[in-house]
């Protein structure tokens, strides 16, 4: 069974940085990718961030990649997704999902994973 939990959203104000934290309850952690999305309101849940089973490749997409980091520490099972430059239009529940697959593989597709945890609300005020 996998489980995972997403912490260290709340209410931060415009230009802060936050890190998000995501720890995955199953003892072969390092078989996991894990990758970092987000869904606002009647939005489609997107990508973010993925980091593969081994650490060895992150994906960010284009439009992300200068204020979103992604790492992992397999000691503690959990990966962090650091977000810098908050601005009030990445207020959203932010989550992660992880997919059991080869150590360098990163899932880039929303279907690709199978597991996912409940979600952190992270809100940005002006």
């Known amino acids: 069974q996998v489980q995972l939990a997403e912490s260290g959203g709340g209410l931060v104000q415009a230009g802060d940085s936050v890190r998000l934290s995501c720890v995955l309850s199953n003892p072969r952690f390092g078989n996991y990718a894990v990758g970092w999305f987000r869904q606002a309101p009647g939005k489609e849940r997107d990508l973010l961030a993925a980091?593969?089973?081994?650490?060895?490749?992150?994906y960010v997409p284009d439009s992300g990649n200068a204020r979103f980091a992604i790492s992992r520490d397999n000691t503690l099972n959990t990966v962090y997704l650091q977000i810098n430059s908050l601005q009030p239009d990445d207020t959203a529940a932010y989550y992660c999902?992880?997919?059991?697959?080869?150590?360098?593989?990163?899932?880039?597709?929303?279907?690709?994973?199978?597991?996912w945890g409940q979600g952190t609300q992270v809100t940005v005020s002006s």
């Open positions: 980091i593969s089973p081994n650490g060895a490749k992150t």
């Open positions: 999902g992880a997919d059991r697959t080869y150590p360098g593989w990163v899932p880039i597709r929303l279907s690709e994973y199978d597991y």
